[in-house]
């Protein structure tokens, strides 16, 4: 069963720039699928930020693309985000996970990492 | 961008009663591209149910998903204490990609 953790600091400052990363263990992330973050502000609902396929390929959400980047490692079974120019609202916990085969739901998740932006 | 509403916001019920989950879309969804998840405090969200009424792995049978084009259901038919969390509802397709209801809490 796949698994998926992620990584990076807790505590960026405004206008910096929020790096995680999340490891796949006990599956390829060159499989058939496609890999995702979504994200969720304190006592909020989920937010979907952005997805990657083991090709490279990518597609991210219209209201961050400007400031979001993702990218896969397939030597190092994992892909990353990173997200520019954070302010406050940028506070969150954010997922990692798997997209399911059919396309369409997510059937894997990560544990979740909170990322505060603050001075 | 297809907007997901989930109603009520907050439902009240006890161990051994039915629960009835709404989730309206904006525009028609393809049924196969719905998906409900369930969320625990300090947890991850949970896959339950995808296509509509296709339960994920693992999901008890007292969990099921119904609807069609606009309109969408999760239903609990005899509450566990471990159910109480918050639900969402996911659709797939349009822009963005990926769309979640705000999301029902269910209480005790």
């Known amino acids: 069963q796949v698994q998926l953790q992620e990584s990076g600091p807790g505590l960026v400052k405004p206008s910096g720039t929020l790096s995680l990363t999340c490891a796949v263990s006990?599956?390829?992330?060159?499989?058939?699928?496609?890999w995702i973050w979504v994200r969720q502000p304190p006592g909020r609902g989920l937010e979907w930020i952005a997805e990657?396929?083991?090709?490279?390929?990518?597609n991210y959400s219209p209201s961050l693309k400007s400031r979001v980047t993702i990218s896969v490692d397939k030597s190092k079974n994992q892909f990353s985000l990173k997200l520019s120019s954070v302010t406050a609202a940028d506070t969150a916990v954010y997922y990692c996970?798997?997209?399911?085969?059919?396309?369409?739901?997510?059937?894997?998740w990560g544990q979740g990492a909170l990322v505060t932006v603050s001075s | 961008e297809i907007v997901l509403t989930q109603s009520p916001g907050t439902l009240s019920l006890s161990p051994g009663e039915r629960a009835t989950l709404s989730c309206r879309a904006s525009?028609?969804?393809?049924?196969?591209?719905l998906a409900w998840y369930q969320q625990k405090p300090g947890q991850a969200p949970r896959l339950l149910i995808y296509?509509?009424?296709s339960r994920a792995t693992g999901i008890p049978d007292r969990f099921s998903g119904s609807g069609s084009g606009t309109d969408f259901t999760l239903t609990i038919s005899r509450l566990e204490p471990e159910d109480f969390a918050v639900y969402y509802c996911?659709?797939?397709?349009?822009?963005?990609?990926?769309?979640f209801g705000q999301g029902t809490k269910l209480e005790i």
């Open positions: 996911q659709q797939y397709g349009g822009s963005p990609l990926y769309t």
């Open positions: 525009q028609s969804v393809t049924s196969a591209y």
């Open positions: 296509g509509a009424s």
């Open positions: 006990g599956g390829s992330i060159s499989s058939s699928n496609w």
């Open positions: 990657i396929y083991h090709s490279g390929t990518t």
């Open positions: 996970g798997r997209v399911a085969r059919t396309g369409d739901h997510f059937d894997s």
